[in-house]
């Protein structure tokens, strides 16, 4: 196909679908065994210095926070991630964590940009390459069907495709300009669901954002959860499972998992906790502080809840009855 256009962002993850199928084939456990672990074991044993990672969520909704927060504890570095730029990704920025970011979305929702990400990018120690939600998930797509890439019509004519690494071909059966977005395999995805069971049968409930996509296109699969439940449970509704077993390598037992995030039906979002961040995103020194008491400071995502207090998830979970 003729090339007519390539965006100047960099490819930081080449496309490479029978490396992807041979790491499955050969190194993957697909069996139905138990895969409950610690949130600490699952990051020690899966993610590794340098990997390729993504976190699966939709602005704060069933953000893996607690899957994140371990990953900052155990100090995982040149971590590549692919992501939106809101509260996960700036714990791993304000770490120094992270060598490069394909990025989809830069602001806390109505809050703003944090600082965090800013002065990562604008000093040049985190590069970076946009893609639209969109495009993201198309990348995830091809990867989950195999195939190099995949053809768009999104992104074409906009400065989201000019700092991208995707291209533009001339349609060998229209004539027509055509976006082709690279699939992108994962070293290991991050996911947060509502329930699984031990296996890693997991249900996902209210907006579904790019879990199965995702989860088909990583090498590695963490999935927490809000809730452990039978297998017998799991099998009643077959229709709900948007993860099956076989993708999964591990599986967390993490009840308000996705604090200070959201929990469709289940808990709002900690809109004083996240403001205070991006607040004080602007002071280095403040958000030492804050990874020293919200992160550093927790042993485990159970001395993280305590922190929080029942008080105030108890809130958040009666908050989420009004919306």
Not at 10 to 38: A, I, Y
Not at 54 to 76: D, F, I, N
Not at 116 to 137: H, K, M, P, Q, Y
Not at 160 to 179: E, L, M, R
Request: glycine letters at 8%.
């Amino acid at each position: 196909m003729e090339v007519i256009e390539s965006g100047i962002g960099e490819l930081f993850q080449s496309p490479d679908p029978d490396g992807f199928r041979e790491f499955v084939r050969t190194k993957k456990n697909t069996g139905m065994v138990d895969k409950l672990m610690s949130e600490h074991d699952a990051v020690a044993r899966f993610v590794n210095d340098g990997d390729y990672i993504g976190t699966e969520l939709y602005g704060t909704v069933r953000a893996p926070m607690s899957l994140v927060r371990e990953l900052v504890r155990q100090g995982k570095k040149h971590l590549r991630v692919a992501g939106q730029g809101i509260h996960e990704i700036d714990l791993m920025l304000a770490a120094d964590l992270v060598d490069t970011l394909d990025i989809t979305y830069v602001a806390w929702e109505v809050y703003g940009i944090s600082a965090c990400l800013r002065r990562a990018v604008e000093s040049g120690r985190v590069r970076t390459a946009d893609w639209s939600n969109g495009g993201i998930t198309w990348r995830f797509k091809a990867a989950a069907m195999g195939v190099p890439f995949i053809p768009v019509r999104s992104m074409l004519g906009t400065d989201t495709f000019k700092y991208s690494a995707a291209k533009v071909v001339k349609d060998p059966f229209t004539g027509h300009p055509i976006c082709l977005i690279p699939a992108l395999f994962m070293d290991v995805g991050l996911i947060h669901v509502h329930r699984a069971d031990k296996y890693g049968n997991c249900q996902v409930e209210g907006i579904s954002g790019f879990a199965q996509e995702m989860a088909r296109a990583c090498k590695r699969l963490i999935v927490s959860a809000e809730e452990i439940i039978p297998t017998d449970e799991i099998r009643k509704y077959p229709e709900r499972t948007a993860i099956p077993y076989y993708l999964v390598d591990a599986v967390v037992e993490a009840k308000y998992g996705s604090h200070p995030g959201e929990m469709c039906y289940r808990y709002w979002r900690d809109g004083e906790h996240l403001q205070q961040f991006l607040k004080d995103s602007k002071d280095t020194d403040k958000v030492k502080a804050y990874l020293d008491k919200w992160v550093y400071g927790c042993k485990n995502h159970a001395e993280y809840v305590a922190l929080v207090g029942t008080g105030r998830l108890t809130q958040l979970e009666a908050e989420i009855g009004g919306r």
